[in-house]
């Protein structure tokens, strides 16, 4: 019930959002990975992301390795985002950036990762290119990393 009244009050929100004042910054796909059902701190984070310019497209939670790379695909994502509320879901995680080596897609984009049991170190043993603690420093992190990437 909680995570519906996050989205309803985001609903409500997002909009009033001025789109003419906001720097348009890169397209993010955004998910919690497959087995895990937890989505406020990642509503929150896309919400965030939206306020700074990001294009989002949130695939919601339970959400397979493949479709986040799929839907990168799909809509000419720079970055995708992956949550994990559960410990037993953090190898979600690892999924994702398998898939990608596994296809060949791992450099194009810039992989996030975060949620309650996630760590830097966990990120760093997975190959991630970054792990953020809260939704905010998660908005921090993907700003730093859009700019970086822009300059190369």
Same mark, same amino acid.
């Given at each position: +019930?909680?995570?519906?009244? +996050?989205?309803?009050? +985001?609903?409500? #929100? #997002?909009?009033?959002?001025?789109?003419?004042?906001?720097?348009? *910054?890169?397209?993010?796909? $955004?998910?919690?990975?497959?087995?895990?059902?937890?989505?406020?701190?990642?509503?929150?984070?896309?919400?965030?992301?939206?306020?700074?310019?990001?294009?989002?497209?949130?695939?919601?939670?339970?959400?397979?390795?493949?479709?986040?790379?799929?839907?990168?695909?799909?809509?000419?994502?720079?970055?995708?985002?992956?949550?994990?509320? +559960?410990?037993? &879901?953090?190898?979600?995680? !690892?999924?994702? @950036?398998?898939? @990608?080596?596994? $296809?060949? !897609?791992?450099?194009?984009? $810039?992989? @996030?990762?975060?949620?309650?049991? &996630? &760590?830097?170190?966990?990120?760093?043993?997975?190959?991630?290119?970054?792990?953020?603690? &809260?939704?905010?420093?998660? $908005?921090?992190?993907? #700003?730093?990393?859009?700019?970086? *990437?822009?300059?190369?």
């Amino acid at each position: +019930m909680s995570a519906d009244a +996050m989205k309803a009050g +985001m609903n409500i #929100l #997002l909009p009033k959002v001025s789109k003419d004042r906001i720097q348009k *910054r890169g397209i993010a796909v $955004v998910g919690t990975v497959k087995g895990d059902i937890h989505e406020i701190g990642k509503n929150i984070l896309s919400a965030l992301l939206t306020a700074a310019g990001f294009d989002v497209h949130d695939l919601g939670c339970d959400v397979q390795a493949s479709e986040f790379v799929r839907r990168a695909e799909e809509v000419g994502a720079n970055m995708i985002l992956a949550s994990a509320l +559960m410990t037993t &879901t953090l190898p979600g995680q !690892k999924d994702i @950036l398998d898939y @990608l080596a596994s $296809v060949g !897609k791992r450099d194009k984009y $810039v992989v @996030l990762v975060g949620g309650g049991p &996630t &760590t830097a170190e966990w990120s760093e043993e997975i190959g991630a290119d970054g792990y953020a603690e &809260t939704a905010v420093d998660g $908005v921090k992190l993907a #700003l730093k990393m859009f700019e970086e *990437r822009r300059k190369r």
